[in-house]
Structure formats: C-alpha cells, structure tokens
C-alpha cells in the first residue's frame, strides 16, 4: 500500500538538500528527464500550429472554467441521460466515503484501478482499506511504487526515480509471482507484470478510474494510456467508479480535437499515446458512477492569478523540463503534484498551513521553461511570485521590508543611505553575521560602489 | 447529502467567477491537414510504433488475411466482410476471446498524421473486451477510411459509442522512460491497408 503524502513533515528546501545527495537518484532523473524532453521537442516541432492549439487549449479551459456551474450541470444532464450515476463530493473525505459505498453496495471486498491523479490526492486507496476493501494499482509504475511501499515522485511516470535494478529487486521481495530468474530488461518486468495482473483483472467486478476529459454536451469520458490497463479496467468489470476533479470538464466533443493532439505529445512525447477510451454514461451494459469532486478546487478558481492553475492537464512537461525538480526530484515536494505545477497547486489547494505548503513557492528559480513548454500556457512563474506574497513571512523579515520600504519610498533618505554605505563599503562583510547569513550561505552580497548612481549624475551631468 | 454538496459547490464555482471576464476561444489551428499520399503516411506512422503494416489492393485482403491468419485461432465480430472471415483452418473460427490466439477486424476511422485506429464497436469490430483480450490484433482499413488529422477524426466520429483509439500495440515507458511493446493489450498489431 502506497503511503499518503498529506500531513509530510519538513518543508522543500530541507527535502530537496536530502534529495541531492543521493547520487542514484539525481542519474535516474537526468536521464529520464532529458529523454522524455528530447522526445516532447521533437513531435511538438512536426506540428505547425502547435502555438495555434496551444492558444485554443488556453482560451476552451478558461471559458470552461468561467462557467464551471452551467458546464458541470449540463454534464450531470447528459451523464444521466445516457444511464449513468452522478455524485458529488465538496472533499477528500466524502468522495472517499461516496465510492466505499458504492463498492459495498456491489458485495465485493477488491478493485482494480487505473492510474488516477485525483484518487491519490484525496487518498482513496488508505480510505478503501480502512473500509476493508482492497485497491489494486494496475498501471506498470504504480504497481512499482504500490509493491515498493514507496510514494510517486512524477505524475505521468510515477517510479521515475527507479531504475531497472530497483525495480527487479522490489518485484522479486514483494510480488508473490515474480519468475525467479527474472531479469532487469524492462521487456521482461513487463511481462512479469502482465502475468501478475493478469487474473486480477478478469476477475475483479468493480474497477476505479480517474478521467483526463469529461464533455459536457455528450456525458463522455476520455481517458489516455499506454499500457492497456486502462482498457482492461475500463472495459471488463460491470462496475466502473470514476473519481473526477471538477475542472476537468470540457464544453463539445469538437474541444477533443485539440486536447487529443496537445496532451499525448506534451506528456509522453509520442504523436498519440497508444490508447484512448472514450465511453458515454452505461457503456456496454456496464453500471457507470461518476464522482465529481472538489476538494479545494473552487478556492483555487476563487484566486484571479492563481485560477490558471485549473487549466492544467497533468500532462507534466514542465516536470521534465525543471532544473529544481531534475536536482531534487518529486519527493521533495510532499505532494501527489510534484515539480513547477505542483509548486502553485499544492499550497493552493491545500492552503499554506504548514511548513511544507509554505515553501514550496520558492522551489523555483522562476526561470520560466515550465511556461514555454505548458501546453495550456500557465504561467507558472506569475503564480509562484503572487503566492510568495502571499505566503506566510517571519517577524524579521517583515521588519526588514518594512524599513527597505521607509528608505526606498523617499528619495532624500535613500540617497542618505547610499552616501553611508559608500562610506562604509569596506566595512561590509562578504558573508553577513547571524540569522542574515542564512541569505549570504547561498549567494554572493553585492559589491557596494564608493559613489551611487545619481550622486555622479550630478558630479558629472 | 450528495445533494446539497452539489449546491455547495456550484455556489461555491458561482460566487469564485463572480465578474470574470468573458473568453473568446480562438481556433486558428489546422481543421483539415494537406497531405498528398494519406495511405503512405498512414503506413509510415503506424510502422513507427513497431506495428506490422501491409498496403494491399481491395481484392487481393481475403487472400492475404488468411495467408497472415494461418492456423490461428481467431475471434470473428459480427458484421465483418465476409471475404475478411479467416478461412477454416484447424480451429479457425469464432472463438472466445480469452482462449483465442486473436482477434481480425475492420475500423470506424483512422489517422495519418498519428498512425491511429478508432473502433467504434460498430459491424466488424467486435466489443471492447474481443479487441482487448486476445494477444494478436490484425485490423483492416480501407483507404476511404483514413483522414490526415486528428480533427477531422473526431468530427468523423460518434461520441455516443465507445471508441478505442490505438496507436501501435501495448506498450510502457514507465521503466526509465524506455518504450517497451506489450503489456497489458494486444502484444502485436499487424495492419492491412485495403486499396481500391
């Protein structure tokens, strides 16, 4: 069972100063991270309208989102109409209270699930087994992180910080079926994880799911995958719950034309992710439930900077492309979110309360390749500036800014404080005493010239 | 409960947009691509994901699915051609999905520009569970089925029936982001493109 993330001590920069030295760690985020990156600029560089779509991808989630009420009623309409079951849940709790009823209700004790984003942010799984009930992860790098009883460290690759040695020994210590000769060739792990789920999933009669589309108009549910455990899911139990957040829907089935072009080749870096499943209401006979959950999505949209976060389709480019999150690695961030987007949707979903949510605006060096990459154009580096302000800041901090602002706000008093630190220049350490050495341990203290700016320009001018 | 946590959070989503701008959604991007030989990129797009391609004239398929078929045992959806039915060899024949070798069906629409295949449960291409169990998954598509993109696609398409969008066999990239073929799905895709 995957521990859950909420209630992380620590906070980033302690998190991350752990990460570095880990030396395995750091090779195996820098060769996953500059491949996928390598294989994103490639297929985005085929399509000539990428910036076109990217433009339509924007406008389509903020015109969603600006009428999120009428386009989520109007879902609940067509979801209903064509035999499925709609509920909703303001959190964590009654979502996971909602779909431990609806799998008592079928009789059964176990669910397979696809990987889902939403589910482990509200923690469905530790939810479910309080209940008594079983989840099974069936996607490859959940089932890694699941049998290692580790946490996900990136949203489309979860078991990125695992090579393949690591991943040979946690199948072989955890999975009761892993052949005894198994191999470290990722052909053979994957086979030894077919054989695994194998049986688990012509068995099991209830499945999980998250969803990356919802529309509006058609009631219909689009989810992306690679390996086939999403069909299988999907597909074959007779009873599908699918836990959805509440901005993941879209208006028309025409808006699928560009959300189905930008996300495959943003996230897994192919021109079209192996499968796609589109399914409307009861499809095939099968009982279908849909969970609409908030869980402090309508504080996020209530925030006019901070609202674009709702764009997102977790498609996780600007993991990939971070140079904080290469170094430090998802783990740092104590959160189902990691990297530059979970930077700004992590402390707003879930307040900044604690140390953790706290720092993680500044887990950036707002360099800015998470917005070039983003495929619905957040601007990430707006977002984390706005919430550093807002971000809770220590007595001493406070002061000093309040002082900064005294002197820099006259122009008499600033020049007075120039014209003395001209003169005391010499004077000045290179590294600054006592709790301000905290700012000079990272960085280098300005050289302070004998003569300001504008003291020359009055000399000279 | 359910209720009034639906109330909730629609006022909630009320009172947060409360005097937001308005959107215009601006659609410059491509509706319909150029592309003057939709069957050879077709082809070469699907040969990209390590699928088994072949480009075969319309009368020449019967002959050619059955020396492809040989004597495996395969899953036949209602509705397909008949000249598509695999010939009688030793257990050939509808079978049930998950004691056949594979599955042999048509499509609803397919894509050049990505290489992709829609099923749409339609005549001739079986349940979601028949083109989803079996190992082996050999697919026809007319040429009059292909567009050049994705748009046109799903203008082409009925949202009301599942569809399956595949694009190459199984595969992950999950083990050091290396793509390997064949999981959970149909380990090997082979595909006959019918021209007239």
């Keep these: 069972m995957s521990a859950t993330f909420l209630g992380m001590p620590g906070n980033f920069p302690k998190n991350s100063a752990r990460a570095v030295q880990d030396s395995q760690l750091r090779y195996n985020l820098r060769k996953a991270t500059h491949t996928i990156r390598g294989k994103r600029a490639s297929v985005v560089g085929e399509l000539p309208d990428w910036q076109e779509l990217r433009a339509a991808g924007k406008a389509i989630k903020d015109e969603t989102l600006r009428h999120l009420d009428r386009y989520l009623v109007q879902l609940e309409e067509t979801v209903t109409a064509a035999g499925g079951h709609v509920h909703w849940a303001r959190d964590a709790a009654e979502a996971n209270r909602i779909v431990a009823g609806l799998v008592k209700a079928t009789g059964e004790r176990e669910v397979v699930k696809v990987k889902s984003m939403a589910t482990q942010e509200i923690g469905l799984n530790e939810a479910l087994a309080a209940e008594g009930i079983t989840a099974y992860e069936t996607d490859l790098a959940e089932l890694i992180v699941q049998l290692g009883d580790d946490f996900p460290s990136h949203i489309l690759v979860p078991a990125i910080h695992r090579n393949r040695a690591e991943i040979r020994e946690i199948f072989l ?70 836990v959805v957040g509440i ?72 993991l990939n492309v971070c140079p904080v999150y290469e170094r430090a690695g998802g783990h740092a961030y104590g959160s189902v979110y990691p990297g530059p987007i979970g930077a700004i949707l992590t402390p707003q979903l879930r307040g900044m309360g604690s140390e953790l949510d706290a720092s993680l605006p500044y887990a950036s060096s707002l360099c800015g390749a998470c917005y070039d990459v983003c495929p619905v154009a957040i601007d990430i580096p707006e977002v984390l500036v706005d919430l550093r302000a807002k971000a809770p800041h220590g007595a001493a901090e406070r002061a000093g800014m309040r002082v900064a602002g005294w002197v820099l706000n006259d122009q008499a008093r600033l020049a007075a404080a120039q014209r003395a630190a001209g003169r005391l220049r010499r004077l000045v350490p290179r590294r600054l005493p006592g709790p301000l050495s905290a700012w000079t341990d990272t960085r280098d203290l300005p050289g302070i010239p004998e003569e300001s700016f504008r003291d020359w320009w009055e000399r000279e001018g | 409960m359910s209720r009034s946590a639906r109330e909730d959070i629609l006022a909630r989503i009320r009172r ?28 070469e797009r699907v040969g990209d994901y390590r699928a088994i391609v072949h480009v075969v004239p319309e009368a020449e398929v019967p002959a050619r699915i059955a020396a492809i078929v040989g004597g495996r045992r395969m899953v036949v959806p209602d509705g397909l051609p008949a000249g598509w039915t695999p010939p009688d060899a030793p257990g050939a024949g509808p079978a049930d999905p998950y004691t056949a070798d594979g599955v042999v069906t048509g499509c609803a629409v397919a894509i050049a520009e990505t290489g992709t295949i829609v099923l749409d449960t339609g005549p001739g291409q079986g349940s979601r ?37 595949i694009s190459g066999p199984s595969a992950t990239s999950d083990i050091e982001l290396n793509r390997v073929e064949g999981v959970h799905g149909p380990r090997t895709l082979e595909v006959l493109i019918a021209t007239p």
């Design chain 2, 16 to 43: 947060a947009v409360d005097g937001a701008p308005e959107v215009e959604i601006p659609r410059r991007y491509r509706v319909t691509a150029e592309a003057d030989d939709l069957v050879g990129l077709f082809a």
């Design chain 1, 173 to 242: 210590d955890r999975m009761d079926d892993a052949p005894p000769g198994l191999t470290d060739e990722p052909a053979a792990l994957a086979e030894a994880a077919r054989v695994h789920l194998r049986e688990r999933f012509l068995r099991s009669k209830v499945a999980v799911s998250g969803a990356n589309f919802m529309v509006a108009e058609t009631g219909t549910l689009v989810v992306l995958e690679s390996e086939g455990n999403g069909r299988m899911c999907l597909t074959l139990p007779e009873t599908l719950i699918s």
């Design chain 2, 129 to 165: 569970a028949q083109t989803l169990v079996p190992d082996y998954h050999l697919c026809v598509v007319r040429a009059d089925q292909i567009v050049a993109g994705v748009p046109e696609a799903v203008s082409r398409l009925d949202p009301a029936r599942p569809l399956t969008w």
């Design chain 1, 247 to 318: 901005e993941k829907v879209l208006p028309t089935w025409r808006d699928l034309e560009v959300f189905l072009q930008l996300l495959p080749r943003s996230s897994t870096g192919e021109r079209m992710n192996p499968y796609t499943s589109t399914w409307t209401g009861s499809a095939e006979g099968q009982d279908f439930h849909l969970v609409l959950l908030d869980n402090g999505r309508t504080d996020v949209l209530a925030d006019e900077v901070g609202r674009q976060a709702l764009r997102c389709i977790r498609c996780s480019a600007c």
